[in-house]
C-alpha cells in the first residue's frame, strides 16, 4: 500500500494522516464519554425501556437499523481494502473517461518525458490537436516515437465499416490523420527528434508511454475513441516486475520494432520499409494526398545542450 501512495503524490499522503489523526481523536472523544453514556442507558433510559412496550419496540428497531448501518460499512471498507491490493497489484493508478463531471478531477498527463512513445489511431485527439492530452508532451519531449493507422490500408478500411457513418469516418480519419503527420513534421523541422511509423492492421489498443507510465485505451469496434476511458498503469519500483505496466510497455515497443511496419519519410513524404537489422529494403509514395495540418502555435526548438537521447 505504500508504494501505491507514494505514486499517487504527496497530497493523498497527507490527506491519509489527517484521516488516521482525525479517527484517534474520535477514538479517544468516545473511550472519555463511556462512562457517562453508560450511566445515563442504565439509571435513566432503561428503566423507561422497561415500563413501555412501545419505547421498547423502537429502541429495538433503532438498535437493528444502528447494526445495519455499520455492518454495511464494515463490508464497504472492506471491500475498499480489498479493491486497493487489487490496484496495487495491477499497478493500476486512475481509470477516467471523458464525461464532463470527472473531467475536472481529471488528473494532468506528463507535460514532458525524455521520451514518448505513441500508438494511436489517427493521433490527433492524442497529440496533435491543441486541446489533446498530450499535446505538451509531444512538444517537449527529447524524442518522440510514434505509430499510426494508415487512413488508406484494409486495416482502417476494416476499422472504418464498424463506425455509425462510414463515409464520414474516412474523411475524418485522412484529415486528422494527416493533421498529426504535419504537427510531427513540425516538431521534426523545430530539431526533435521524430520518427513515424504507419501500421496497416485494424487498431487493438491505443498506448501512450511516458516516463513510468502507460496510458492505455481500448479500440473497441463499432465504438469512437471518446467513447473508451483511459487505464492508467505506472511502473511497481519496489516490484518493477509486477503489474501491467511492463506488458502494455513491451507490447508497444515490440509493436514499434516490427520490420512489417513502413516508417513515414518526413522529407519525401515516403514509406520505408527496413529489415530487422535496420537496412532500408524499399520505398514507396505513400498511398494517398493528405491535406495541410490547421495553424497552431509554434514549436519551441529544443534548448541547446540539452541531452539528445540514443536511438
Given at each position: 500500500?505504500?508504494?501505491?501512495?507514494?505514486?499517487?503524490?504527496?497530497?493523498?499522503?497527507?490527506?491519509?494522516?489527517?484521516?488516521?489523526?482525525?479517527?484517534?481523536?474520535?477514538?479517544?472523544?468516545?473511550?472519555?464519554?463511556?462512562?457517562?453514556?453508560?450511566?445515563?442507558?442504565?439509571?435513566?433510559?432503561?428503566?423507561?425501556?422497561?415500563?413501555?412496550?412501545?419505547?421498547?419496540?423502537?429502541?429495538?428497531?433503532?438498535?437493528?437499523?444502528?447494526?445495519?448501518?455499520?455492518?454495511?460499512?464494515?463490508?464497504?471498507?472492506?471491500?475498499?481494502?480489498?479493491?486497493?491490493?487489487?490496484?496495487?497489484?495491477?499497478?493500476?493508478?486512475?481509470?477516467?473517461?471523458?464525461?464532463?463531471?470527472?473531467?475536472?478531477?481529471?488528473?494532468?498527463?506528463?507535460?514532458?518525458?525524455?521520451?514518448?512513445?505513441?500508438?494511436?489511431?489517427?493521433?490527433?485527439?492524442?497529440?496533435?490537436?491543441?486541446?489533446?492530452?498530450?499535446?505538451?508532451?509531444?512538444?517537449?519531449?527529447?524524442?518522440?516515437?510514434?505509430?499510426?493507422?494508415?487512413?488508406?490500408?484494409?486495416?482502417?478500411?476494416?476499422?472504418?465499416?464498424?463506425?455509425?457513418?462510414p463515409a464520414e469516418a474516412q474523411e475524418l480519419?485522412?484529415?486528422?490523420?494527416?493533421?498529426?503527420?504535419?504537427?510531427?513534421?513540425?516538431?521534426?523541422?523545430?530539431?526533435?527528434?521524430?520518427?513515424?511509423?504507419?501500421?496497416?492492421?485494424?487498431?487493438?489498443?491505443?498506448?501512450?508511454?511516458?516516463?513510468?507510465?502507460?496510458?492505455?485505451?481500448?479500440?473497441?469496434?463499432?465504438?469512437?475513441?471518446?467513447?473508451?476511458?483511459?487505464?492508467?498503469?505506472?511502473?511497481?519500483?519496489?516490484?518493477?516486475?509486477?503489474?501491467?505496466?511492463?506488458?502494455?510497455?513491451?507490447?508497444?515497443?515490440?509493436?514499434?520494432?516490427?520490420?512489417?511496419?513502413?516508417?513515414?519519410?518526413?522529407?519525401?513524404?515516403?514509406?520505408?520499409?527496413?529489415?530487422?537489422?535496420?537496412?532500408?529494403?524499399?520505398?514507396?509514395?505513400?498511398?494517398?494526398?493528405?491535406?495541410?495540418?490547421?495553424?497552431?502555435?509554434?514549436?519551441?526548438?529544443?534548448?541547446?545542450?540539452?541531452?539528445?537521447?540514443?536511438?
Open positions: 500500500m505504500g508504494a501505491y501512495l507514494a505514486r499517487l503524490g504527496g497530497f493523498v499522503v497527507v490527506r491519509e494522516i489527517a484521516f488516521h489523526a482525525l479517527v484517534s481523536l474520535l477514538a479517544l472523544g468516545i473511550a472519555f464519554s463511556l462512562p457517562t453514556v453508560a450511566s445515563y442507558v442504565l439509571y435513566e433510559w432503561w428503566p423507561r425501556v422497561a415500563a413501555s412496550s412501545r419505547l421498547l419496540l423502537a429502541t429495538e428497531l433503532a438498535f437493528a437499523a444502528t447494526l445495519l448501518v455499520l455492518f454495511h460499512f464494515a463490508r464497504v471498507a472492506w471491500d475498499g481494502v480489498r479493491l486497493m491490493y487489487l490496484t496495487e497489484v495491477a499497478a493500476l493508478v486512475h481509470v477516467l473517461d471523458d464525461t464532463p463531471a470527472r473531467w475536472r478531477r481529471r488528473p494532468r498527463p506528463p507535460a514532458s518525458a525524455r521520451e514518448a512513445l505513441f500508438l494511436s489511431v489517427t493521433g490527433f485527439h492524442t497529440f496533435a490537436s491543441q486541446e489533446a492530452p498530450f499535446h505538451e508532451l509531444a512538444n517537449r519531449a527529447y524524442e518522440v516515437r510514434a505509430m499510426l493507422l494508415n487512413p488508406f490500408s484494409e486495416g482502417a478500411r476494416e476499422r472504418i465499416r464498424s463506425l455509425a457513418d480519419y485522412v484529415e486528422e490523420i494527416g493533421a498529426s503527420i504535419a504537427h510531427l513534421a513540425a516538431l521534426a523541422r523545430a530539431g526533435r527528434r521524430v520518427r513515424l511509423k504507419l501500421y496497416d492492421q485494424a487498431p487493438f489498443w491505443s498506448i501512450v508511454v511516458a516516463g513510468e507510465q502507460a496510458w492505455v485505451r481500448y479500440c473497441h469496434d463499432g465504438y469512437p475513441m471518446k467513447s473508451q476511458p483511459d487505464y492508467v498503469f505506472a511502473l511497481r519500483r519496489d516490484k518493477p516486475t509486477q503489474g501491467l505496466f511492463p506488458p502494455f510497455c513491451m507490447y508497444a515497443l515490440r509493436q514499434w520494432d516490427d520490420p512489417a511496419l513502413a516508417e513515414y519519410d518526413f522529407a519525401s513524404d515516403e514509406l520505408v520499409w527496413r529489415d530487422a537489422a535496420g537496412t532500408e529494403t524499399r520505398r514507396e509514395p505513400f498511398p494517398g494526398p493528405l491535406p495541410p495540418a490547421p495553424a497552431g502555435r509554434p514549436i519551441r526548438p529544443p534548448p541547446a545542450g540539452s541531452p539528445r537521447p540514443s536511438r
